[in-house]
């Protein structure tokens, strides 16, 4: 692994499953941070975590879940999918969850579809 | 509450220079980052300003006025391969960052 992954690259969810999209990171990065991206809204909070343990909630939580058990591993649920929650996922990671010149390095994205 | 403002799509020639500006409204401001998004693929890092002023890289500049709550990201000898989306970002007083809609530069040749 070089980086961030995520997966799956992209799915297909009937509404009311649940669903957990994957994230990982070799950086040893400490903050990490999930967005979902819709056309003409640009990228928005999700969920974030400072560092392994810890998790906060961003501009737009309801409906998701995370967990940080471990520094690499950030996965995202959705407990019972709906249709306003199709979007593109992006993880991203940063060395700390603070300062400035703190640039986010994002993984390759998750195409969901909810029907 | 907190805005990013840019504009939706420009269209630009090869060959030519294009400014694509920001305008911000945020709770506290620790710099602006300006990130490239080709369609279907991850946003990717270009320019960071914190203080006012430019910063040059390559055929890359980035503005910035804090007293204005302004940046422009200028684009010089634009090639076909600039066709991407340009995303800037305020990172606010708890250190999120806050993003805009994006601007969808098109270049003809």
């Known amino acids: 692994i070089a980086g961030i992954t995520q997966a799956p690259t992209s799915q297909i969810l009937a509404a009311g499953r649940r669903m957990t999209l994957r994230c990982t990171q070799d950086?040893?990065?400490?903050?990490m941070y999930w967005y979902r991206q819709d056309l003409g809204l640009g990228l928005r909070l999700i969920h974030y975590s400072n560092t392994a343990g810890t998790t906060g909630k961003g501009e737009v939580p309801d409906g998701y879940s995370v967990s940080r058990a471990n520094t690499d591993d950030f996965p995202l649920t959705l407990a019972s999918a709906v249709p306003s929650q199709t979007s593109v996922y992006f993880c991203?990671?940063?060395?700390?969850?603070?300062?400035?010149?703190?640039?986010?390095?994002f993984g390759p994205g998750t195409r969901l579809t909810v029907l | 509450g907190q805005n990013i403002d840019q504009p939706t799509e420009m269209t630009a020639t090869e060959g030519a220079i294009v400014q694509i500006n920001c305008t911000y409204q945020?709770?506290?401001?620790?710099?602006l980052f300006w990130y490239q998004q080709h369609a279907g693929e991850a946003p990717t890092f270009l320019s960071y300003n914190v203080l006012d002023g430019l910063e040059e890289k390559g055929r890359f500049s980035s503005f910035l006025s804090r007293s204005k709550g302004y940046s422009y990201l200028l684009l010089k000898e634009l090639q076909m391969k600039d066709s991407a989306s340009y995303l800037c970002g305020v990172m606010d007083s708890n250190y999120q960052l806050i993003w805009g809609a994006g601007t969808k530069l098109i270049i003809k040749p």
């Open positions: 945020t709770s506290g401001f620790n710099g």
């Open positions: 950086m040893r990065h400490n903050a």
């Open positions: 991203a990671s940063t060395p700390r969850a603070s300062g400035g010149h703190n640039e986010q390095f």
